[in-house]
């Protein structure tokens, strides 16, 4: 992190985040029945809420913190230094906040008027059909993949409308919609991060108001019409810059959980053979290497999300060549974090595989994060090179 230049580090944020390390251990305990039964404990979510973690991102006018966004992602890895499925839920939940602020007031008060503690989660694959009747939309659909649903009370849910200057084509637009308007489908049972439980949602014929959605990518005041009320920066930081690293961050507090794990077995563990593990040179070779590679995918993160703040603070937007560089770069995150992880767990050895061994499950819970679409990385890699090889971006979220 550089603190020398900045001044994101105040004694509120610093205190938020040793709330979390505070945390990370009570993670770790629980981790092993969060994965077994695919969901993390209600204790868990409730002590986050009493640490204050998912206010981070959240107005001040609704009892947030309204924390420059590297607070949040410092968070987000000490909570999966002790539990990547915690941490993931954490990304996506906590960063929703931050959405519904760029929503109408009236949204805001439907969701926080009662209790400005209500959480969001959500599923953004546009698969929402959406009829427009008066004063809002008829919306039915089926999404997959809803991260910490049970823990939370709306979701917002992604459909396409037609888009609104009549030319050809459909925009993604974000719908927000109460519990009592959706159900659950259990069926996430899958290799890693199984204790997020990403479920399946189904919506029927429910009535979405027009106050109650956002056109996603218009980062422009007349599409993101809360900031009449919430006017920081923070709000002024466009969609992609905010979620991108939502759903990779997690990985590198895992590795580094993985590292300090493995460095702890390798200083004990003497093999079948007689053989000490810390005088293996696979195993000083995974420890070293993965330790330079954590270290700089931190750096791009924190110096790639200071470019961001600058620009939101000074009103300047990147170019189209940083931004697809930084979304490839956020992408790259599992890629390389679960190269090391596989390097690691190879270094165990046969011993290492046992459940008893924290490595292992990072090793999944890693290799499930790649999974997601905002982590394909080949396709933000081909982005960013098709564009300074001269080919026009398609990439509609940068």
């Not at 027009?210 to 920066?233: K, M």
């Not at 810059?241 to 794990?261: D, K, M, N, P």
């Not at 961001?308 to 560089?325: N, P, S, Y």
């Not at 982590?375 to 982005?383: L, M, S």
């Amino acid at each position: 992190m550089n603190t020398m230049t900045d001044n994101y580090l105040t004694p509120d944020a610093l205190a938020v985040i040793e709330r979390a390390k505070a945390l990370a251990p009570k993670l770790a305990a629980r981790a092993q029945q969060a994965d077994r039964e695919g969901k993390i404990s209600d204790e868990t979510v409730q002590e986050m809420a009493e640490a204050g973690l998912f206010r981070v991102l959240q107005p001040k006018r609704w009892g947030g913190y309204e924390m420059d966004p590297r607070v949040f992602y410092s968070v987000q890895m000490e909570l999966a230094k002790g539990c990547m499925s915690t941490a993931w839920i954490y990304g996506v939940v906590g960063v929703h906040p931050w959405q519904l602020a760029l929503f109408p007031d009236q949204a805001q008060q439907d969701v926080w008027g009662k209790d400005n503690g209500v959480r969001i989660a959500s599923t953004y694959m546009p698969t929402g059909k959406a009829e427009p009747v008066e004063g809002g939309f008829r919306f039915n659909g089926r999404w997959s993949f809803s991260t910490g649903s049970k823990h939370c009370d709306w979701l917002f849910l992604g459909g396409l409308l037609p888009k609104r200057d009549g030319t050809p084509g459909l925009e993604h637009v974000t719908f927000l919609v109460p519990k009592a308007d959706y159900r659950i489908e259990d069926n996430w049972d899958v290799l890693g991060l199984r204790g997020t439980g990403s479920h399946d949602i189904v919506v029927e014929n429910a009535f979405v108001p027009a106050h109650r959605i956002q056109y996603t990518n218009d980062h422009s005041d007349v599409g993101c019409p809360g900031r009449t009320e919430n006017t920081s920066w923070l709000f002024r930081i466009p969609f992609t810059h905010v979620f991108q690293r939502a759903v990779s961050t997690a990985c590198l507090g895992a590795l580094e959980s993985a590292i300090a794990s493995f460095t702890e077995r390798a200083t004990a563990h003497v093999g079948k053979h007689g053989n000490r593990m810390a005088e293996d040179v696979n195993a000083q070779t995974a420890v070293t290497e993965a330790t330079i590679a954590l270290d700089q995918l931190k750096m791009v993160l924190f110096r790639n999300y200071a470019r961001i703040v600058d620009a939101a603070k000074t009103g300047i937007q990147l170019t189209l060549e940083e931004r697809l560089l930084q979304r490839a770069q956020a992408s790259y995150v599992p890629k390389l974090t679960g190269f090391h992880a596989n390097e690691l767990m190879r270094a165990c050895a046969a011993s290492g595989t046992f459940k008893n061994n924290p490595i292992e499950r990072i090793f999944r819970d890693i290799h499930q994060g790649r999974t997601h679409i905002a982590n394909n990385t080949d396709a933000y890699v081909r982005a960013y090179g098709s564009h300074v090889l001269g080919i026009p971006n398609q990439e509609p979220f940068v």
